[in-house]
Each structure stands twice: as C-alpha cells, then as structure tokens.
C-alpha cells in the first residue's frame, strides 16, 4: 500500500469461473460501502474482465488463489487482481480501461493486473467517508428477559454424578 491510499478492501478467491460472481458482488458491496455508487457499473465491469483473464488462464484441474483488491488512491479507485499461480501477466486489450492499466510479474511469483478509474469530480479518496457499522436491534430477535430459571437440584446431582463417572452407569 502506498502513501496515498486511503482505503483498501480485498478478498481472496480461488480461479474458478465463480470468482467472476463473487467479485461483481465484492465490488458492488465495497463501493456502496465507500458511498461511491455511481462508480458501480464501470468498476464491476473493468474488474470483472481482470479476473476473468485469471480464471481463463488458471489450471481448472488445480486452480490457485487470486486476490481481488480495490484501493482508493489520490484521484483513483485502483482495481487490483493477483493471481498466485500464473507466471506471465495477461496481455490487456489496447485502450482497456482507457489505457489506465498495467501487468507485471511479482518478485514473490504470481502476477498483478491493475486498472486505474478515476473518482467523481471534485472526490479525492482521503475525503470518501469510512464505513460505519453499527449494530442494528434485529425485529425478531426475543427479547430477552432476567427470569431466572428454577433449577432442580436431582437434576444437578445426577448430572454431576454421570459427569464424574465418565456417562456411564
């Protein structure tokens, strides 16, 4: 992570074509988590064929792991995939993600392909607002109360008894 990511948020799939779903739905709870909704179609999109390129390029009969990661840096919301197995990056179309992207070998194996999409106007990402979370009162949950419960005392004793001899009589 660089000094000018603000956020980050990831999640590891195994390259099978599910990962594709799995991401579209990562990306759409993330960003409705960091109140960028509108980002949505574009990066559900952008994303979707980075990892799509890792799941076509994976060994189905032993697929490895990937991470899916999006980071909010400066001006930009990154999209990051990282395929554990592959050894050469995917070749990105010319003009994918209006030439905002890249692909590299990793030092530690593996590969990373990046795009790059820039955030509403006037957004930067230190200014995007963390998620909150806060416990919400579930409707059907009982109410609990302070009854106490009578405890007959046979019950005890002959619940420490089979205890103590190991539940056998």
Do not use: H, Y
């Not at 010319?94 to 990793?106: I, M, V």
């Not at 509403?120 to 579930?138: E, Q």
């Amino acid at each position: 992570m660089n000094t000018q990511t603000a956020q980050v948020d990831d999640l590891r799939l195994i390259a099978l074509p599910s990962a594709v779903n799995c991401t579209e739905m990562f990306v759409r709870f993330s960003l409705a988590e960091w109140s960028l909704r509108e980002m949505t179609d574009i990066a559900t999109q952008l994303t979707g064929a980075l990892v799509t390129a890792a799941v076509d390029a994976a060994d189905q009969k032993n697929p490895g792991f990937i991470t899916v990661r999006l980071r909010l840096s400066g001006e930009s919301l990154v999209a990051e995939v990282q395929d554990e197995q592959a050894t050469v990056p995917p070749q990105l179309a010319p003009g994918f993600a209006e030439g905002r992207c890249g692909a590299s070998a990793l030092r530690t194996g593996g590969t990373l392909v990046w795009c790059e999409m820039p955030l509403p106007s006037g957004v930067k990402a230190d200014s995007v607002p963390l998620p909150r979370r806060s416990r919400k009162k579930n409707a059907m949950a009982p109410q609990t109360t302070e009854e106490t419960a009578e405890v007959d005392p046979e019950v005890i004793k002959r619940l420490l008894s089979g205890l103590s001899n190991g539940g056998l009589d």
